[in-house]
């Protein structure tokens, strides 16, 4: 019986509130498409994808009564008796931490005998420093091994298991060996179960406390090392989580720490993208964030490393940044590097939004391909614990040592820097406020109160700033997106913290020009966001520098026509191309008073056949016209939040637990009838991708409705119906054969 069908049968039996409570601890299970069906959760469950992710997430009391079991399971070849496994975690009484792990679908317990899932069955226990079971050592031997070891002990072969099962037999013995066996036989039980080559100890081997192995290693069965650490050795168990200290930190100081965080971030990812937007952020060969980069919009931007480096990041993940691969150079010339630059066809999300699309990024990002990604669990698991104290309390102890507990099967070499990275984050997020998880970290649990929390964060941003009359605005407080952008415009970052403080000069006074600001207008929006009047001395600066802007001027040659003398001197002296402003610079160059799209444009009227060149000598295409942000970012709807697991419990019991497989060609056939028999090769296509799991466009006719386009995948057939997952609809539909239609073209609806 395989793992998914021994789940089948055991998942059939639950009720409505047991299976509920597997569905929720094995969330991934409900991933869509929704199971149909108990045997599709039964085969979701099995995967060992999903069993890796359940076991990450046991803390220490199961993870260690898991393994108990596992020994237990491996030592008696069947159903492993409760007392059992309470004797070899020192008595202690298991029961309830068997039903946790039984309420995670990874064993199952009938009264006091407990059925371990064949995909968590191990044969070797070297992590423990044990190492096989002796049944698995002997199935190695021929039968006249194993009768020669049985007259060796004095028993009968089919009493060989019997006999390593009984310790005090074992020891009594191995009291019997030379003196140098026993010690190498006692290191071994130690913790060294296996050894490389065969060590010259006959005796030992001829009394089956070392085994050779196919490898030609030598290994001592966990029945002779078990008995050798003595009738009262105990594998570990601690069922008590460690005590940590904690302390207040205060509700409201945490609160203003984190709006402040994030309404930093929101500064920091703004200014990102504009300076994305005016020219691509340059990543490096292999996609990633060089540090230079990072380094120089720090710089620009005011910012430290950390949080520039967490806001490209973040802004790349959520696909407010996209990475642009560059062609492939010609022959002898070096491609450019990849760029990073805003999404076109994006609108800017309003701040409260952009916050939640960083704060939900950093929370769920997209898995990797394979492996656990364990910073993402690191930070989950550090938001639940901070969680579950009161609000503006924080733990002053060890982190570490109480994630650990919480994750000791967590593949981390160095779990402190793991928890550090994560605090460290959270902190510029605003998910955490000196050690203690803030209400926009405590929201992430709990998708109702995302918005209501993080609407209220960013509100808290100031919209004015209050001048002095020594050419500085303070902001007390955090400032709002458009209220940074405005004054780094004109004046100057000095700090930030509680107060963000600017200071105009004249040079950035004449950097706001130089963008093309007027003094009237920037006096303007100046004072739109002034708590008072602009005082005198900042008004003075203003209009100083606008009176000196454009003292000195520089003019561009706007672009170079380059040909033959010939032709140059016909352009110079053709009267249409006047307008041009043409001028011989040397006999194969003209320089022209019009930019190079005028100059082409003008060339062209005239009869000639120019091209456009860069200043490298490539040839410019045209560009093309930038089309006007397409897609605009919303909050989540109520179907889109996290399934519950309640309502899946009972919609799984009240349908069938198991259905009919569709056969190979089987929907092939069923369509080639809904067609009269004349399918096309490309409807036969279309069927196969269909059965090998692979969306499809249909068009489908309902009564009364319009024709509609319908993408589906994960087809079952039922008679004349066909029961599909609808991508558009996340949700199951049941479409009549005779009425489906399979979309070739993007015509088929016009033709319909």
């Not at 009564?65 to 008796?81: K, S």
């Not at 007390?476 to 000095?494: C, F, H, I, Q, Y």
């Not at 119906?721 to 609809?729: F, M, P, T």
Request: with cysteine.
């Amino acid at each position: 019986m395989t793992t998914a069908e021994e789940l089948l049968g055991r998942l059939a039996g639950l009720d409505r509130d047991a299976l509920a409570k597997v569905l929720a601890h094995r969330p991934d299970v409900l991933a869509e498409p929704w199971p149909r069906r108990l045997d599709v959760v039964a085969a979701r469950l099995a995967a060992p994808e999903s069993v890796d992710e359940v076991l990450l997430g046991l803390p220490m009391p199961l993870a260690q009564v898991l393994r108990a079991v596992q020994l237990c399971d491996a030592l008696r070849q069947g159903p492993v008796p409760l007392d059992d496994v309470a004797e070899l975690l020192g008595g202690a009484d298991v029961r309830s931490f068997v039903d946790e792990l039984a309420e995670r679908a990874l064993l199952w317990r009938d009264d006091d005998r407990i059925f371990l899932l064949e995909v968590l069955q191990r044969n070797s226990f070297r992590a423990e420093g044990l190492g096989q079971p002796v049944t698995d050592l002997l199935a190695e031997l021929t039968t006249t091994q194993r009768a020669q070891l049985a007259r060796n002990l004095g028993v009968a072969p089919k009493e060989l298991v019997r006999h390593f099962r009984d310790g005090e037999r074992l020891r009594e013995l191995f009291a019997t060996a030379p003196e140098r066996t026993r010690k190498v036989l006692r290191d071994m039980a130690d913790g060294v179960p296996e050894v490389d080559g065969m060590p010259p100890l006959g005796w030992a081997l001829d009394h089956g406390f070392l085994f050779g192995t196919y490898y030609g290693g030598t290994a001592m069965p966990i029945e002779v090392s078990l008995a050798l650490r003595g009738p009262d050795h105990r594998l570990p168990f601690t069922p008590v989580e460690p005590a940590c200290a904690v302390t207040h930190v205060g509700v409201e100081a945490g609160e203003a720490t984190s709006s402040a965080a994030a309404l930093r971030l929101l500064d920091r990812v703004s200014a990102i993208l504009d300076l994305a937007a005016a020219e691509p952020l340059p990543l490096l060969k292999d996609g990633t964030i060089g540090s230079r980069l990072v380094k120089k919009v720090a710089k620009d931007t005011g910012a430290t490393p950390s949080e520039i480096e967490l806001a490209i990041d973040l802004a790349a993940q959520a696909g407010l940044l996209i990475a642009d691969e560059p062609p492939v150079p010609r022959r002898g010339h070096k491609a450019p590097p990849p760029t990073l630059a805003p999404d076109p066809d994006l609108a800017r999300p309003a701040p409260a939004l952009l916050y939640r699309l960083l704060l939900t990024t950093w929370w769920n990002p997209v898995p990797p391909e394979h492996g656990t990604d364990v910073d993402v669990f690191v930070r989950r698991l550090l938001v639940r614990l901070l969680a579950r104290l009161e609000p503006g309390t924080a733990i002053t102890g060890e982190l570490t040592r109480l994630v650990e507990w919480h994750a000791p099967l967590l593949p981390a070499d160095d779990l402190t820097e793991y928890v550090e990275t994560a605090v460290a984050e959270g902190e510029l997020l605003g998910v955490f406020a000196h050690g203690a998880v803030t209400a926009a970290g405590r929201a992430l649990l709990s998708d109702g109160e995302l918005v209501e929390v993080t609407d209220e964060l960013v509100s808290r941003a100031r919209t004015t700033a209050l001048f002095g009359t020594d050419l500085t605005a303070i902001v007390a407080g955090s400032p709002d997106a458009r209220l940074a952008a405005l004054l780094d415009r004109a004046a100057d970052r000095e700090a930030q913290g509680t107060a963000t403080s600017w200071r105009f000069s004249p040079a950035s006074v004449r950097r706001a020009y130089d963008q093309g600001v007027t003094a009237d207008e920037l006096l303007g929006d100046l004072g739109a966001i002034a708590a008072g009047e602009l005082p005198q001395p900042l008004v003075y600066l203003v209009n100083d520098v606008a009176r000196r802007h454009g003292e000195a001027q520089v003019i561009d040659v706007a672009s170079v026509v380059v040909g033959e003398p010939a032709v140059l001197a016909e352009l110079a002296a053709h009267r249409k191309l006047a307008k041009l402003g043409l001028r011989a610079v040397a006999p194969t160059v003209l320089t022209s008073t019009v930019d190079a799209a005028g100059t082409l444009e003008a060339l062209r009227e005239a009869g000639y056949a120019p091209t456009r060149h860069a200043a490298d000598g490539t040839i410019v295409l045209p560009a093309r016209d930038q089309p006007e942000p397409k897609a605009v970012l919303r909050d989540a709807g109520p179907d889109e939040l996290a399934p519950d697991p309640a309502d899946h419990a009972a919609r799984l019991l009240a349908a069938p637990s198991s259905g009919p497989a569709l056969l190979r060609g089987q929907l092939a056939r069923a369509m080639s009838d809904r067609y009269a028999g004349r399918l096309t090769p490309k409807q036969q296509q279309l069927c196969w991708q269909l059965e090998a799991g692979i969306p499809v466009d249909v068009v489908y006719r309902a009564d009364g409705a319009e024709p509609a386009r319908l993408v589906i995948a994960y087809p079952e057939l039922d008679g004349d119906v066909l029961d599909v997952w609808s991508l558009g609809d996340r949700a199951y539909r049941r479409l009549e054969l005779a009425r489906i239609d399979l979309a070739q073209t993007s015509t088929a609806l016009s033709r319909a």
